[in-house]
Protein backbone atom coordinates (compact mmCIF):
# COMPACT_ATOMS: atom_id res chain seq x y z
CA UNK A 1 0.00 0.00 0.00
CA UNK A 2 0.78 3.55 -0.48
CA UNK A 3 0.19 6.70 1.57
CA UNK A 4 1.59 10.24 1.88
CA UNK A 5 1.76 12.45 4.64
CA UNK A 6 1.91 16.00 4.99
CA UNK A 7 2.02 17.14 8.81
CA UNK A 8 1.30 20.63 8.29
CA UNK A 9 -2.41 21.10 7.97
CA UNK A 10 -2.30 24.68 7.76
CA UNK A 11 0.52 27.40 7.71
CA UNK A 12 0.08 31.27 7.52
CA UNK A 13 2.59 33.61 6.89
CA UNK A 14 3.45 37.41 5.76
CA UNK A 15 4.19 37.97 2.04
CA UNK A 16 7.27 37.93 1.39
CA UNK A 17 8.07 34.69 3.75
CA UNK A 18 9.48 32.00 2.43
CA UNK A 19 8.17 29.13 3.35
CA UNK A 20 8.36 25.02 2.99
CA UNK A 21 5.77 22.46 2.70
CA UNK A 22 6.57 18.93 3.58
CA UNK A 23 5.70 15.80 1.69
CA UNK A 24 6.80 12.36 3.01
CA UNK A 25 5.71 9.21 1.58
CA UNK A 26 5.79 5.18 1.86
CA UNK A 27 5.21 2.76 -1.70
CA UNK A 28 7.31 -0.64 -1.42
CA UNK A 29 7.64 0.44 -5.18
CA UNK A 30 11.33 1.01 -6.83
CA UNK A 31 9.55 3.03 -9.76
CA UNK A 32 7.02 5.73 -8.57
CA UNK A 33 6.35 9.40 -9.86
CA UNK A 34 5.43 12.24 -7.32
CA UNK A 35 3.78 15.17 -8.11
CA UNK A 36 2.62 18.52 -6.21
CA UNK A 37 -1.05 20.02 -7.02
CA UNK A 38 -2.04 23.16 -5.99
CA UNK A 39 -5.98 24.04 -5.06
CA UNK A 40 -7.19 27.80 -5.15
CA UNK A 41 -9.96 29.04 -3.36
CA UNK A 42 -11.98 28.46 -6.84
CA UNK A 43 -11.55 24.76 -6.15
CA UNK A 44 -9.64 23.68 -9.33
CA UNK A 45 -7.05 21.50 -9.10
CA UNK A 46 -3.77 22.62 -11.21
CA UNK A 47 -0.73 20.69 -11.80
CA UNK A 48 2.78 22.33 -10.51
CA UNK A 49 5.47 19.35 -10.89
CA UNK A 50 6.43 15.47 -11.45
CA UNK A 51 9.71 13.88 -9.94
CA UNK A 52 10.64 9.86 -10.90
CA UNK A 53 11.89 7.92 -8.25
CA UNK A 54 15.13 7.66 -10.43
CA UNK A 55 15.98 11.31 -10.68
CA UNK A 56 16.60 13.22 -7.50
CA UNK A 57 17.62 16.30 -9.28
CA UNK A 58 16.23 19.26 -7.30
CA UNK A 59 14.13 22.10 -9.19
CA UNK A 60 13.55 26.03 -9.44
CA UNK A 61 11.23 26.78 -11.16
CA UNK A 62 11.05 30.89 -10.57
CA UNK A 63 9.90 31.45 -6.93
CA UNK A 64 8.71 27.54 -6.72
CA UNK A 65 11.80 24.94 -5.93
CA UNK A 66 11.61 20.94 -4.90
CA UNK A 67 13.72 18.63 -2.55
CA UNK A 68 13.41 15.38 -3.03
CA UNK A 69 15.19 12.98 -0.65
CA UNK A 70 15.14 9.19 -1.40
CA UNK A 71 16.88 8.45 1.43
CA UNK A 72 13.98 10.14 3.87
CA UNK A 73 10.96 9.59 1.52
CA UNK A 74 10.34 12.88 1.02
CA UNK A 75 9.61 15.71 -1.48
CA UNK A 76 9.44 19.16 -0.14
CA UNK A 77 8.08 22.11 -1.54
CA UNK A 78 9.69 25.97 -0.73
CA UNK A 79 8.03 28.96 -2.28
CA UNK A 80 10.41 31.82 -2.11
CA UNK A 81 9.26 35.40 -1.24
CA UNK A 82 5.51 34.44 -1.23
CA UNK A 83 3.05 36.43 -2.26
CA UNK A 84 -1.11 36.56 -1.64
CA UNK A 85 -2.41 34.80 -4.96
CA UNK A 86 -0.26 31.87 -3.42
CA UNK A 87 -2.44 31.39 -1.10
CA UNK A 88 -4.48 27.77 -1.51
CA UNK A 89 -4.13 24.09 -0.52
CA UNK A 90 -1.25 22.20 -1.52
CA UNK A 91 -1.34 18.76 -2.22
CA UNK A 92 1.74 16.46 -2.66
CA UNK A 93 0.97 12.80 -4.36
CA UNK A 94 2.42 9.53 -5.62
CA UNK A 95 1.97 7.48 -8.43
CA UNK A 96 3.32 3.96 -8.87
CA UNK A 97 3.87 2.59 -12.21
CA UNK A 98 1.32 -0.23 -12.81
CA UNK A 99 -1.66 -0.71 -14.96
CA UNK A 100 -4.09 2.23 -12.89
CA UNK A 101 -1.98 4.80 -12.35
CA UNK A 102 -3.87 6.12 -9.99
CA UNK A 103 -2.76 8.88 -7.70
CA UNK A 104 -2.76 8.86 -4.15
CA UNK A 105 -2.62 12.20 -2.43
CA UNK A 106 -1.88 13.55 1.24
CA UNK A 107 -4.03 15.41 3.16
CA UNK A 108 -3.04 18.69 1.71
CA UNK A 109 -1.62 21.79 3.45
CA UNK A 110 -3.57 25.10 3.45
CA UNK A 111 -0.82 28.36 2.91
CA UNK A 112 -2.43 31.31 3.45
CA UNK A 113 -0.41 33.99 2.90
CA UNK A 114 -1.78 37.59 4.87
CA UNK A 115 -0.91 41.26 3.28
CA UNK B 1 -4.01 25.50 -23.61
CA UNK B 2 -6.06 21.86 -24.28
CA UNK B 3 -8.13 21.46 -20.78
CA UNK B 4 -10.36 19.05 -19.98
CA UNK B 5 -14.13 20.43 -19.47
CA UNK B 6 -16.52 19.13 -16.75
CA UNK B 7 -20.78 19.91 -16.69
CA UNK B 8 -22.15 20.09 -14.91
CA UNK B 9 -20.22 22.71 -12.25
CA UNK B 10 -22.58 22.08 -9.54
CA UNK B 11 -25.52 19.37 -9.60
CA UNK B 12 -28.25 19.28 -6.61
CA UNK B 13 -30.17 16.20 -6.56
CA UNK B 14 -32.24 14.16 -4.16
CA UNK B 15 -31.80 10.84 -2.59
CA UNK B 16 -31.82 7.85 -4.20
CA UNK B 17 -31.98 9.54 -7.42
CA UNK B 18 -29.55 8.47 -10.15
CA UNK B 19 -26.57 11.43 -11.69
CA UNK B 20 -24.34 11.14 -14.74
CA UNK B 21 -21.46 13.40 -14.40
CA UNK B 22 -19.77 14.62 -17.61
CA UNK B 23 -16.17 15.05 -18.59
CA UNK B 24 -14.25 15.96 -21.69
CA UNK B 25 -10.75 14.75 -21.62
CA UNK B 26 -7.85 16.43 -23.21
CA UNK B 27 -8.20 15.69 -27.00
CA UNK B 28 -5.37 13.02 -27.58
CA UNK B 29 -5.05 11.50 -24.12
CA UNK B 30 -5.92 8.12 -23.57
CA UNK B 31 -6.61 7.46 -19.85
CA UNK B 32 -9.04 8.88 -17.82
CA UNK B 33 -9.88 9.49 -14.36
CA UNK B 34 -12.34 9.98 -11.74
CA UNK B 35 -11.57 11.09 -8.42
CA UNK B 36 -13.93 13.20 -5.40
CA UNK B 37 -13.10 15.65 -3.00
CA UNK B 38 -15.40 15.84 0.42
CA UNK B 39 -15.56 19.51 1.93
CA UNK B 40 -12.39 19.84 3.87
CA UNK B 41 -10.96 16.50 2.64
CA UNK B 42 -8.25 14.81 0.60
CA UNK B 43 -8.60 13.73 -2.93
CA UNK B 44 -9.66 10.14 -3.12
CA UNK B 45 -8.75 7.98 -6.74
CA UNK B 46 -12.42 6.24 -7.83
CA UNK B 47 -11.39 4.33 -11.11
CA UNK B 48 -9.27 4.71 -14.17
CA UNK B 49 -9.91 3.75 -17.54
CA UNK B 50 -8.10 2.52 -20.65
CA UNK B 51 -9.22 1.43 -23.86
CA UNK B 52 -13.00 1.07 -23.11
CA UNK B 53 -12.36 -0.58 -20.10
CA UNK B 54 -11.27 -0.30 -16.31
CA UNK B 55 -8.01 -0.33 -15.30
CA UNK B 56 -8.29 -0.28 -11.53
CA UNK B 57 -10.97 1.15 -9.02
CA UNK B 58 -11.01 1.62 -5.23
CA UNK B 59 -12.91 0.68 -2.92
CA UNK B 60 -15.07 3.69 -3.26
CA UNK B 61 -16.30 2.77 -6.70
CA UNK B 62 -19.05 -0.33 -5.32
CA UNK B 63 -21.76 -1.14 -7.64
CA UNK B 64 -23.69 2.42 -7.39
CA UNK B 65 -21.04 3.53 -9.75
CA UNK B 66 -20.12 3.09 -13.48
CA UNK B 67 -18.15 5.07 -16.13
CA UNK B 68 -18.31 4.82 -19.68
CA UNK B 69 -16.74 6.47 -22.65
CA UNK B 70 -20.02 6.52 -24.83
CA UNK B 71 -18.34 8.53 -27.65
CA UNK B 72 -14.85 9.81 -28.81
CA UNK B 73 -15.25 12.73 -26.61
CA UNK B 74 -16.70 12.17 -23.29
CA UNK B 75 -15.89 10.60 -20.20
CA UNK B 76 -18.63 9.99 -17.84
CA UNK B 77 -19.44 8.71 -14.12
CA UNK B 78 -22.96 7.53 -13.19
CA UNK B 79 -24.01 6.93 -10.00
CA UNK B 80 -27.32 4.91 -9.51
CA UNK B 81 -29.03 5.56 -5.93
CA UNK B 82 -27.33 8.86 -4.76
CA UNK B 83 -26.77 8.76 -0.64
CA UNK B 84 -26.13 11.60 1.10
CA UNK B 85 -22.28 10.38 2.03
CA UNK B 86 -22.09 11.08 -2.32
CA UNK B 87 -21.78 14.84 -1.74
CA UNK B 88 -18.91 15.93 -2.97
CA UNK B 89 -17.09 17.36 -5.36
CA UNK B 90 -15.93 14.82 -8.46
CA UNK B 91 -13.24 15.66 -10.37
CA UNK B 92 -12.20 14.12 -13.84
CA UNK B 93 -8.64 14.21 -15.07
CA UNK B 94 -6.70 12.28 -18.17
CA UNK B 95 -3.44 11.57 -19.27
CA UNK B 96 -1.39 11.35 -22.60
CA UNK B 97 0.69 8.57 -23.71
CA UNK B 98 4.12 8.13 -22.09
CA UNK B 99 3.22 11.09 -19.65
CA UNK B 100 2.79 10.85 -16.09
CA UNK B 101 0.99 13.94 -14.77
CA UNK B 102 -2.89 14.02 -15.00
CA UNK B 103 -4.33 17.10 -16.04
CA UNK B 104 -7.85 17.79 -14.21
CA UNK B 105 -11.37 19.41 -14.76
CA UNK B 106 -12.64 22.04 -12.83
CA UNK B 107 -15.05 19.57 -11.00
CA UNK B 108 -18.27 19.16 -10.84
CA UNK B 109 -20.05 19.84 -6.80
CA UNK B 110 -22.53 17.08 -5.99
CA UNK B 111 -25.03 17.87 -3.32
CA UNK B 112 -27.50 14.83 -2.42
CA UNK B 113 -30.43 16.30 -0.13
Known amino acids: AQKVTQAQTEISVVEKEDVTLDCVYETRDTTYYLFWYKQPPSGELVFLIR??????QNEISGRYSWNFQKSTSSFNFTITASQVVDSAVYFCALMNNNAGNMLTFGGGTRLMVKP | EPEVTQTPSHQVTQMGQEVILRCVPISNHLYFYWYRQILGQKVEFLVSFYNNEISEKSEIFDDQFSVERPDGSNFTLKIRSTKLEDSAMYFC???????????FGPGTRLTVT
Open chain 2, 93 to 103: ASRGTGVNEQY
Open chain 1, 51 to 56: RNSFDE
